[in-house]
């Protein structure tokens, strides 16, 4: 494993090399900080997390929809009143009003009134309402696996993303390595140029390389900047520094070693599998919603009213009471209900096909990461023995150098071969951890005990952090700087 160091390149300072990550100069501070590790940064983002927030909020929302469904099934209580200030105008007339004196408008009258009713209903029988709450219990079991589905999403989000920094920052750590021993190269091919050693040719060679190692030193930076920018968007919080991934890690075969077991695993406990699934029965009860609106309602109801007013010549209030029991059919609904039933009956088929799709490709996905994870525990093992034949191959070719028998091509070609092994190296691992821990995804068996396990992996000693360099400091590859003395005229 490298030792804690900074990640931009010093040892070959070039102008604005420095102004490459700007932002990265006002996060120094005069004290060490603790490096981060991965458990403490996947509570961060379970806590802060703003997609998952949001899944938990729907999931509320779908929770109080229940209560809303459940509410029709309760007793309804309604109170309304009213006050009036009421004028009645009187125009007819009668013989005998007019005899005792009574004209037109003689019966007018202004008077103030109140009125009272109170109001309560209770469903005995009402298959709609019943179909309704359990469509909405059914929507809730599928909403707790979606919310399970985006809890896991961001734990492999912030694992991918942990484990991005790293593998960009021992890519960076190879190519600023092969940049300096390229450019040292560079330096002594012209030397030997100046002397009559060797043609300008070979020098053109060691330009090109150089330059093209500068250009991948530029890319590996930007990718370790643009790792560290995608670990704060998940989590709202920016890290200084997190700890690194021991080099005597385990590499090892999934457990348990067969594909089926994994398919099984999934299959049971995979969440979106299982909201699918749910989805399924949330739409059959949709079409139960539906074929209810052709059933009867049956409701008990009560009610009292109370009405006064203040008319001259009237005295007292009128007060009426009912209890009783009502049923209600729709017999046509200008074949609303008709196609209501076709259209959940279609959403229904919708839903079977897309749980039986996303049971074909977690199916798949499984079986894919299963052989992958198992392919990436020969791969890394591949990988470290090709920078052990490769930095044998720089060996020998750097001996021919020196004895004439090889160009400077050859160890420039060696040098390149090497670096790109030791990247090679570090993609492999890492690209193991990630296969890994998203086959526990897919198998739904990914949770903060998982990250935990891996956590133990890391190495609190050391870390990668988002610092500016100290001038002249070496890392693990410096040896591979030598390249040999060059070849001398003979005597």
Partial sequence: MMPFRSVLPGSVPRPGARALLPMLVASLMAAPVQAADLLTIARDALANNAELASARA??????????????????????????????????????????????AGAGDDTYNSGALTLEATQALYDARNGAEVEQAERQIDQQTYQLAATEQQVLIDVASAYFDILRAHEILEARRAQERAIGRQLEQAREQFDVGLIAITEVEEAQARFDQSRAERIAAESDLQVSFEALERLTGKRYDSIESLKEAMPVTPPQPARRDAWVEKALDNSPLVLASQAGVEASRSGVDVARAQRLPVVEAFANYNYSDDDRDGVEGYNSASQVGVGVSLPLYTGGRTTASIRQSTYALEASQYDFESQRRDTVQQVRSLFTQVSNDVATVEARAQAIVSNQSALDATRAGYEVGTRNIVDVLNAEQNLYNAVADYADARFSYVTNLLTLRQQSGTLNVEAIEEINAWLDEEEGVSFTLPEEGEGDRYEAALEIGDPPRPAE
Avoid: C, I, K, W
């Fill in 58 to 103: 729907q999931f509320g929302s779908v929770e109080a929809g229940r209560d809303v469904e459940r509410g029709d099934l309760l007793p309804q209580v309604n109170a309304s009143g009213q006050l009036a200030h009421n004028r009645d105008y009187e125009s007819q007339t009668s013989p005998l009003a007019s005899r005792l004196g009574g004209g």
